[in-house]
């Protein structure tokens, strides 16, 4: 797999296990939701993760659920990595009031706060800065909860990026800054928007730890990550993680996936897939038997199959609360004033 | 008279000023050999290269700054939003700066600022894909705000907007674009600040808004046939706004209703209503109306989204309650 | 009872507020040590310490979604911006997330973010230091914008907004934070969307926000010397408005002029004549009248801004025109 | 002076001594404005440049009159050394019809595009961004024009200067970013407000040469600006120089200037003032003589007494102008109005 295969701590075999269920989970349940949507069945954009799994997977693996996800407009793996059931990631693309948002927001506005899951957006950079928040309330609060933000290198170009990130490194926050570079935001290369083709390297610019991870080898983004975490836990601030990984999907489902890259290139990013590396790297390394994987596999697929399903037996969300949850004070009101419309 | 798309309306308006004009350039997301999200820009790159034709990084405050800058020294710049959305990620540079550079300069500087991007609700695009936002930028002294509702004035608005010294926003309804209309091939323009009457009658005065109109317009056909004559007017620009017109209008019909896909406060129908009230008081036989989109976030959903737009049916109910006042 | 100032009264209900609720901080520029270029914070810092009195660098958009963020996991943030015209660069933030996110979390999240910063023009402060600003967060559905125009009014409403779990905006008129007025001291409330009735009086209803009340109220007095009684009233939050105290106040005066330091366009004049007129049709005796500062960028030089600005004088004669009709 | 003293070219005695004259207008416009301003003849805030000189005159010694200059709330001194003349700022504070923005703008908005002056801003941040797009015109129209935007340290954690570097490095636009760092944001240190102590230590995280200058220096700066100008002449792309200063008087006059600073700060930076540091140079160097520079001292005085008599003596505005120049279309239109007003 990786060259830095050596210096990967070892970890117990429930680890490695559960790090393959969550890989394929994100997995079948973004091919399920492409399914889904050639179907016909998804109403708005839907952006999958196939090929960044390892990402999510990696750092998740780390968090507790009282810990905070801030996500982006490719969010579907976030979700399922911080532990939203993909029934109700489904239901929600699906528009169905079972959905992680009740329906409100689809693929890129889920929201789970019971699990950490604090949201993503349509809008680029926001979260970034509202990872940043969680930090200060975690720090003021005096917990050792830590927060997340996945970003994409899209983001990196923007000032949300250079603000959030500097306050985070000045408070000293509890902050992971993970940037998924998977080298273009929609067809626009990195390396032509920005000055710097990396994003890893940019520590030292704002005071704070900065790394380049192999984004397609889940075990590389695990060890970085929990280094990560470990100095948020303890109160030694910030770091910002860059994982070079690769979409290799279009960059949203129905959309045209020409004239801006190679078959050659993706070809060999295919060729490294994360789910693939990781599989055989267990089997190589007999941290797993065929059995063990082939049972997660079977597990997956039917988690997915009843998400779907589920998802589309649901209800749609009543009209009549249209207007619902805009202001706090009117929430339980809103909710009466449906039930008696 | 040849039809095509809206879109292609304005492409061509684009195309003749920047073939004409090597000051004009535009900066965008995905404009350059992609064409435009929308299409905005298609077939331009290949013509004009990428130092007119330039994709950005997502740094949307940074164009419109840099933009700004542009403008006020002998270049001609569009900003092309894609979604309109992005732009309040640069609202500090357009009030701050773009706003009142002019102004402040005491005219000695000029903006030839065009802010162009696609607003709207439909298509389960979601509240970070559906904003309109209009009346913001009537509400801010030194904008020009078009809302273009049909291919010919698309191109003839786009062409008035390609010329002008002052910043304007030019907003595409999404649900728009792509509809056909007769195009003239030659080139012309659209003076800013003059309304359409779309359809004449004088049993009330509907003023619609962008993808109102049509809809409006439908509903009017079906009330034509119980011989209900309803005049629909279309300001085609907010700022400036045409108000005579529609006064005139009010005072041959006694009555208005403001349609609106956004938000009613502190918006254009607010505004429409306040100074026909206020000049147009005695023509008045009922209250002025509005009929808004609800006062929300636009939810995903196909059957919330539907619930917070009017449409046909909404629209013709509230004509027919002004007619009962 | 003690006079105190508006500042002063404001302040009381925040340090008592946050010696109750550790989870209460606060950030912006120079409100740590220093107190607050308006002092809006002076002498917290000494009680409550840099993490909740939280100095920050010039990161508007940065610290506003950083509080955005703080709001949802636990925290109850109050940005200060000092003036409120550096908010712009946090437009993104506020309208696509803050506004938003208790929507479309389907109320899970709540969105306890207060945002405070002095508004108006006065003291040549110029375009970039005297923006109002507030009919834009009328218009977006999910803020409350609170106007306080004394120091009784502002100790009550800063202690409802310091309560909220919606978004308040704060905002504060730099001709009045330093004017005095009795204030209790006990801790009370005002509830948001109550107008209070300033003056008493049945020739007409003037609305007034904000700076305009005090200047209106001078007004009136001259008119009382000849016998006109003019009702006043100052919504005191323009989101939630109040419409059922004016719709009462116009049902007995039959007349009614806004006066708004701020744009015409799309404001809150705009939207306040809208309703009267749709719901209050049958009791105006006369078109509503609006008196706005000019649709202007602010000038420096004083015998400019005094121009573009109402005054006592110029709302005397607005309301005897209106009056006239 | 400075220990680069070896490697500074050798100029000529002409601009020796021009570089004397423009420190000196400098100084002695900004002593009047804040003697104006104790007099109650500045109507609004009045920030001062003293103790900065040596930045705005090394860099805009290199400027031709075609060039773009953009400044921030702190501008006297950039607009002076542009060649605005001092009448006409010291009117423009005065509030008059013959400022150089005809009284709409006050201290904080200068104007003066005849000479190249593009403007300052009462907002931190958006002339990063508007000298960028100078710098694309310049470009564009494939001239050999440059811009240049001066601004503070308090800049520095604004998006407006990572988003507007980026947008320079990618399209090598002919611009130069001069950071005033003088080590306060009004009272906030800005080691405190950055987790980087330096602006010029930044380019390698945004792909443009970077250099750390003292701006007390003004040969250093000088030398610094000419290598700047010369590769974004040549389209080589923009230069970040940092320039490390310091404000010896108030954030804005009338403000109080304690709390945050110690006198010992203050009295080491006035005891390195540029200008007193530059004359001794001269001298010892024996590049310019004692009567060269007090006639010099001479003129300046004449010129910034006059300035301010004529500023004294010129007219307001007249009110029924107030909504002159708003819209391009209506500026001649409303000059109608206002002479049949
Ligand atoms: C502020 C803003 N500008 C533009 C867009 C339109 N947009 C949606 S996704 C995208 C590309 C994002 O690229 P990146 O951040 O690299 O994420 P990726 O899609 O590669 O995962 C763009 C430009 C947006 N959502 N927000
Ligand atoms: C966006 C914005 N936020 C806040 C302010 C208020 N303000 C005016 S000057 C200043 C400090 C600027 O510091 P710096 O950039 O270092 O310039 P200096 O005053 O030191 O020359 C601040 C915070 C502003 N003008 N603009
Ligand atoms: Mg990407
Ligand atoms: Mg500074």
């Not at chain 1, 117990?12 to 269920?21: A, D, F, G, I, V």
């Not at chain 2, 700004?68 to 092309?80: H, Q």
Request: with cysteine; hydrophobic share 40%; proline share 5%.
């Amino acid at each position: 797999m990786s060259n830095e295969d050596q210096n990967k701590e070892n970890l117990n075999k429930e680890t490695y296990l559960e790090l393959y269920h969550d890989l394929l989970l994100i997995r079948r349940s973004e091919e399920q939701l492409a399914k889904s949507y050639a179907a016909g069945m998804i109403h708005g954009a839907c952006h999958t993760y196939v090929g960044e799994e390892a990402v999510a997977t990696g750092v998740c693996a780390h968090l507790r659920q009282d810990d905070a996800v801030f996500s982006t407009h490719r969010g579907h793996g976030h979700a399922l990595a911080k532990g939203v059931p993909p029934r109700e990631v489904i239901a929600e693309l699906y528009g169905r009031e079972t959905g992680c948002s009740r329906g409100r927001g689809g693929s890129m506005h889920l929201f789970s706060p019971e699990v950490g899951m604090m949201g993503t957006s349509g809008i680029v950079g926001p979260t970034i800065l509202q990872a940043t928040g969680a930090g200060y309330s975690f720090s003021l609060l005096k917990t050792d909860r830590v927060a997340v933000v996945f970003f994409g290198d899209g983001a990196v170009n923007n000032g949300a990026f250079h603000e959030g990130i500097n306050l985070a490194t000045i408070w000293k926050l509890p902050v992971l800054f993970v940037c998924e570079n998977n080298m273009y935001a929609t067809e626009v290369p990195f390396a032509y928007a920005s000055g710097n083709p990396d994003v890893g390297n940019r520590g030292p610019a704002y005071g704070l730890p900065s790394v380049i991870v192999d984004g397609n080898d889940v075990l590389a983004v695990y060890a970085a990550a929990g280094e990560a975490v470990r100095r948020a836990r303890a109160g030694e601030g910030p770091t910002l993680i860059e994982c070079k990984t690769y979409r290799t999907r279009a960059h949203s489902e129905g959309m045209r996936d020409a004239g801006y890259r190679t078959q050659e290139e993706v070809d060999a990013w295919k060729a490294r897939d994360p789910i693939d590396l990781y599989r055989a790297y267990l089997l190589e390394h007999n941290l797993a038997a065929e059995d063990d994987m082939q049972e997660i596999e079977a597990d997956v697929q039917a988690i997915v199959e009843h998400a779907a399903e589920f998802a589309q037996n649901s209800p749609w969300p009543d009209p009549a609360t249209a207007t619902n949850y805009i202001y706090s004070e009117n929430n339980s009101q809103d909710h009466e004033e449906v039930q008696h419309a | 008279m040849r039809e095509i798309t809206f879109m292609e309306a304005t492409r061509e308006a684009l195309d003749s000023a920047m073939a004409k004009d090597p000051s004009i350039f535009v900066v965008g997301e995905g404009i350059g050999a992609r064409g435009g999200n929308f299409t905005t820009t298609l077939g331009l790159y290949e013509k004009y290269g990428p130092e007119r034709l330039r994709d950005t990084p997502i740094s949307e405050r940074g164009f419109v700054g840099m933009c700004t800058g542009a403008a006020m020294t002998g270049t001609r710049p569009i900003v092309d939003f894609m979604f309109l959305d992005f732009i309040l990620d640069a609202m500090g540079e357009l009030i701050n700066q773009v706003s009142k550079i002019q102004y402040m300069s005491s005219g000695r500087l000029k903006m030839p600022l065009l802010l162009r991007g696609c607003i709207g609700i439909g298509g389960a695009a979601a509240t970070h894909h559906s904003g309109n936002y209009y009346p913001i930028f009537a509400h801010i002294p030194g904008f020009r705000v078009v809302l273009p509702t049909n291919a010919y004035d698309a191109k003839g608005l786009f062409a008035t907007a390609l010329q002008s010294d002052d910043p304007v926003l030019f907003l595409e309804h999404k649900n728009l674009i792509f509809n056909k209309g007769p195009v003239p091939d030659e080139e012309y323009t659209i003076p800013f600040g003059k309304a359409r009457i779309t359809r004449e009658g004088d049993a009330a005065t509907v003023v619609a808004l962008s993808s109102m109109v049509d809809k409006t317009l439908a509903a009017c056909d079906k009330l034509a046939k119980e011989g209900i004559s309803i005049e629909v007017i279309d300001p085609r620009t907010i700022a400036p706004l045409d108000i005579d017109t529609i006064l005139a209008s009010v005072h041959k019909t006694g009555r208005l209703l403001i349609v609106d896909e956004t938000f009613a406060p502190c918006g254009v129908g607010a505004e429409i209503s306040a100074q026909v009230t206020a000049q147009g008081f005695d023509d008045l036989d009922a209250p002025i109306m509005r009929l808004n989109g609800l006062h929300t976030p636009t939810p995903y959903s196909p059957p919330l989204e539907a619930a917070i737009v009017p449409n046909k049916e909404s629209i013709e109910q509230a004509i027919r309650d002004l007619l009962a006042e």
